[in-house]
């Protein structure tokens, strides 16, 4: 499992964690509009950075 990219803490607010081995979790919080149901549809794509130095 990705480091940051489960559970529900990442949902509660935005923020940067770098972790020590130096991945970095994105998420990207997308959102679409359904005209047939009228409802909005939302979800989560998480990946992950890693710094090399």
């Known amino acids: 499992m990705t480091p940051g990219c489960s559970g529900p803490s990442f949902r509660l607010r935005a923020k940067a964690e770098q972790y020590e081995d130096g991945t ?6 997308t ?6 149901r009228a409802e909005i549809d939302t979800g989560e794509v998480c990946a992950t950075s890693r710094e090399f130095s």
């Open 24 to 29: 970095e979790p994105i998420i990207l919080r």
């Open 31 to 36: 959102a679409r509009y359904d005209d047939e």
